[in-house]
């Protein structure tokens, strides 16, 4: 299973992105979805994720502000983000694991177990 992010970039506060990551195989192990993000010299947190049968979960700091999605047809998984903050910058890993990642908190926490991930994308918000 290989899974790519893209779709950083460096805006100002207020402004808005949309990452993209494509899964390539949508089986059993990728049936919960997820963005998580790590900022330089703070641990990985999660920030929001998506199971098969759409139960979503955003992190309260984003709760609002982001949206995730995704297009079954392409094997992409969306995440808009509206309204950055500074404190949003960080790089934003795309994740797939088995659906009962999604009902972790451990796992939200900070991706634990998760199989498969991107190399990250880098989103910089200045103020």
């Known amino acids: 299973v290989q899974v790519e992010e893209s779709g950083g970039g460096a805006v100002e506060a207020g402004g808005s992105l949309r990452l993209s990551c494509v899964v390539s195989?949508?089986?059993?192990?990728?049936?919960?979805t997820g963005w998580f993000r790590q900022a330089p010299g703070k641990e990985r947190e999660g920030v929001a994720t998506l199971k098969f049968d759409g139960t979503i979960r955003y992190s309260d700091s984003v709760r609002g502000r982001f949206t995730i999605s995704r297009d079954n047809a392409k094997n992409t998984l969306y995440l808009q983000m509206n309204s950055l903050k500074p404190e949003d910058t960080a790089m934003y890993y795309c994740?797939?694991?088995?659906?009962?990642?999604?009902?972790?908190?451990?796992?939200?926490?900070?991706?634990?177990?998760?199989?498969?991930w991107g190399q990250g994308t880098q989103v910089t918000v200045s103020s």
């Open positions: 994740a797939a694991g088995p659906p009962y990642k999604c009902s972790s908190e451990s796992s939200f926490k900070n991706g634990a177990g998760f199989s498969y």
């Open positions: 195989q949508y089986t059993y192990n990728t049936y919960c």
